[in-house]
């Protein structure tokens, strides 16, 4: 038996009169656009763009390193889609679902590469 799956991560937004901000996202796929296409960012070249789906607010990635897990909801479906360059998703994160929340609540925990550094600092 085949399932869905999909990966999330830590994607990044550049919003007017904001700044950066970073959100936990689900990655639905990738996709490659001519250059001079109207969703192009360059022009240029050929791009790489990921196709997103944004939790609900923002995350900072110094929270997730701070806090190894932590708790974030996704927007309701298709509310949130996003075409972003594949350069903005800028961490991995690995998320599990929220077993006792809602249907969009999930978890997301420190990426298993950045571990060794989060226990590290905890010996002393």
């Not at 990044?12 to 656009?33: A, C, N, Q, R, W």
């Not at 791009?47 to 923002?58: D, H, L, M, P, S």
Request: some cysteine.
């Amino acid at each position: 038996m085949t399932s869905e799956w999909y990966d999330f991560g830590m994607v990044e937004f550049d919003i007017e009169g904001k700044g950066v901000s970073t959100y936990p996202s689900l990655l639905l796929g990738f996709i490659e656009l001519p250059k001079n296409h109207p969703l192009s960012y360059h022009g240029s070249s050929n791009e790489n763009y990921a196709i997103v789906k944004c939790a609900t607010a923002e995350l900072e990635w110094a929270t997730v390193e701070a806090d190894f897990i932590t708790k974030f909801t996704l927007c309701d479906e298709d509310e949130s889609l996003c075409i972003v360059p594949a350069s903005a998703v800028v961490h991995p994160l690995l998320v599990f679902d929220d077993l006792g929340g809602g249907e969009n609540d999930y978890y997301c925990s420190l990426p298993r590469s950045n571990w060794d550094r989060y226990f590290g600092d905890k010996i002393e």
